[in-house]
């Protein structure tokens, strides 16, 4: 079975990335399948994520879109 995720190289579950931040159960699920566009994430969940993934906020924001747009080929 296939992990839901925001991004290829992501280290924490979905799950652990709503805990941590204080997100609603779904809230980062609608993102990973396309319920909500990435492009409309609030800058502060991304910040959040990119600490909590240490990665630097704008490589985290390609990464995603890119990680979308293959997803969805």
Avoid: C
């Avoid at 779904?26 to 969940?45: C, F």
């Avoid at 909590?52 to 997803?71: C, F, G």
């Amino acid at each position: 079975m296939n992990k839901v995720k925001l991004f290829e190289e992501q280290k924490h579950t979905l799950y652990e990335l709503q805990k941590e931040i204080g997100l609603s159960r779904s809230w980062l699920y609608d993102y990973a399948n396309g319920r909500y566009n990435i492009e409309k994430m609030p800058a502060n969940v991304i910040l959040r994520i990119a600490q909590i993934e240490s990665i630097e906020p704008n490589k985290l924001y390609k990464m995603m879109i890119d990680y979308r747009n293959r997803k969805d080929k």
